[in-house]
Antibody, heavy 118, light 108 residues
Framework: QVQLVESGGGVVQPGGSLRLSCAAS????????MHWVRQPPGKGLEWVAF????????NYADSVKGRFSISRDSSKTTLYLEMNSLTIEDTAVYYC???????????WGQGTQVTFSS | SYVLTQPPSVSVAPGKTATMTCVGT??????VHWYQQKPGQAPVQVIY???DRPSGIPERFSGSNSGNTAALTINRVEAGDEADYYC???????????FGGGTKLTVL
């Protein structure tokens, strides 16, 4: 059974940093393309970043390019998202998702919340 | 930039058919995927490759895609189908993924 468990969210100040993790199990992580998708409170889904199975290909949404960095550790079957220079617009639930292989997301984690302190 | 447009809301009586659209320029030339999201929960894929159902998704859910419009149809709607529904495409040329704004399905 595919399982994706995110962690690392929390309360940050503008300009701060966070590192999100997504522990994967129940499938062959090493051959799977993975993504981060976020959802601001009360709003829709926004794709954030992807990384290919061999780590050679990756890309980011324009809204986070230059500030966020996606990576993976196949030995730990874990996906990461390093987030820097955070702004209030980055407030969201962050989900990791597995790519089915056709550009769709067939499995999702339960999400981790990123919020800002006033 | 490419835009996917979904109606904000659709209402339907139990037992009837709900159709939710996703409009994008020439969207029919590629694949569209659909997700259901209930309050406080993660999204669940209900249709992939425009018309295929993942394992465990009822046959009441179907998809179509032609021209500038893709559609998700739910037959014999049940109260448990009340949720937000999102369409999604992959622009493989620039490796960007895009969601529509979502449609809130209300079961009357």
């Amino acid at each position: 059974q595919v399982q994706l468990v995110e962690s690392g969210g929390g309360v940050v100040q503008p300009g701060g940093s966070l590192r999100l993790s997504c522990a994967a199990s129940g499938f062959t992580f090493v051959i799977s393309t993975m993504h981060w998708v976020r959802q601001p409170p009360g709003k829709g889904l926004e794709w954030v970043a992807f990384i290919s199975s061999d780590e050679r290909n990756y890309n980011y949404a324009d809204s986070v390019k230059g500030r966020f960095s996606i990576s993976r550790d196949s030995s730990k079957t874990t996906l990461y998202l390093e987030m820097n220079s955070l702004t209030i617009e980055d407030t969201a639930v962050y989900y990791c998702a597995r790519d089915r292989g056709d550009g769709s997301f067939d499995s999702w984690g339960q999400g981790t919340q990123v919020t800002f302190s006033s | 930039s490419y835009v996917l447009t979904q109606p904000p809301s659709v209402s339907v009586a139990p037992g009837k058919t709900a159709t939710m659209t996703c409009v994008g320029t020439n969207i029919g030339s590629g694949s569209v995927h659909w997700y259901q999201q209930k309050p406080g929960q993660a999204p669940v894929q209900v249709i992939y490759s425009s018309s295929d159902r993942p394992s465990g998704i009822p046959e009441r859910f179907s998809g179509s895609n032609s021209g500038n419009t893709a559609a998700l149809t739910i037959n014999r709607v049940e109260a448990g189908d009340e949720a937000d529904y999102y369409c999604q495409v992959w622009d493989r040329v620039i490796d960007h993924w895009l969601f529509g704004g979502g449609t809130k399905l209300t079961v009357l």
